[in-house]
């Protein structure tokens, strides 16, 4: 409405030229908080001081290791950045491959310490606006919701794929039976606490933060919730993304360093088409040799379980059909080109093409989005983490779009019964209600002829 009322007041052609040229600094520093006053200026009572401008941080200065630093002086400022960002890429990489050796527990726990920092470092953004105000329990708030959300979205995890376990312990059966409940009373708590919060004259900004919040675990919450849903599926699920995104992105970056020339997005003015299809064909490449060789290894294709005898989780299982070599008939055009009719493939390897083809094409909209983000707050980075890369959730802001996608394939194209899970459900049942399942069950095998019929003397 401010923008209505300038351009009309002016009454000339002028003035909507003039409003057309606003630079995106000017355009950013009224819009940043989307808290500009209505017509009137006293819908809420909230003053005009709720737009304040984002206080710096530290987040742009520069944390690399000063041995690191040494190394490189004499380069110029590209190389620089170049070998800094290829180092530290290499030491986490190793770093990964290290963790994966421990098993899918060891990987839960990363997740989890991950989707912590990523929520922290969005936070501390809103956080450095709001704390100028002297207004009550932000970020108490806001680390409450996020244990609230964990304790639901786990919980379910809990009680869904480790039925044996919740059984044999009474104060699991209590928290499983009133899990919901339990969630819904704490999260009701912590709105309580956030009315109980409101401050006169800062309403609209306080809400404001309230919906930054909620936003924040939406996107970062609950997509990580789904990374440990395709872990559970079988690490090769929740290994094969991840990879390809890092392909993708360090494909992306060696095609645009060394070839590119032409912007892509101005949202971010360093990608260019070069890297972008250089990386989508080095992503498919990988995708596929990847997916050919954890195919092969049980550790990766098995979904993970718990087994009540022996107390731990276990990823034993026989391959499922996905996960075994199958012979295909290429196409007559292939066929003339490679001289080869037929072709062995694990079918894992011809949907790992389309997670790639995501990963490549749609995955980097999430770095397109989280640079918007950036851009309408004006810093460089999420934090400073990592030398060179910037925050956690600069590394990772690709993975949770990418985690989505594997979710819904999986649930759209792979997933079927699974029956250590309705085992674990069963286990939960009553000993009346398990013995009735096992004759009904029996009936039906009966009937179907994968049974013997009874004994005479047992009729």
Known sequence: MTELRKRGGGGGGDTDSAAENISDKETDGDDRLGLQGDADGECDGDSKADTPDVPPSTADTDNT???????LEGLPPRWKNYWIRGVLSVCMISSFCFVISFGPIALIVVVMSIQIKCFQEIIDIGYRVYRSYELPWFRTLSWYFLVCVNYFFYGETVADYFGALVQREEPLQFLSRYHRFISFALYL????????????????LQFYMFAWTHVTLLIVVTQSHLVIQNLFEGMIWFLVPVCIVICNDIMAYLFGFFFGRTPLIKLSPKKTWEGFIGGFFGTLVFGFILAYLLSQLQFFTCPVGF????????????????????????????????RWKTVKLYPFQIHSIFLSSFGSLIGPFGGFFASGFKRAFKIKDFANTIPGHGGIMDRFDCQYLMATFTHVYIGSFIRGPNPSKVLQQLLMLSAEQQLGIFHTLNSHLRERGMLPPPPAHAQ
């Open 189 to 204: 708590a912590g709105f309580c606490m956030f009315v109980l919060s409101l401050v006169k004259k800062h309403y609209r």
């Open 307 to 338: 087994n009540s005898e022996i107390n731990s989780f276990t990823v034993e299982c026989e391959p499922s059909d996905i996960f075994v070599l199958q012979e295909y008939t290429l196409p007559a055009v292939l066929q003339n080109i490679l």
């Open 65 to 71: 290791p000063q041995c690191l630093n040494k190394a």
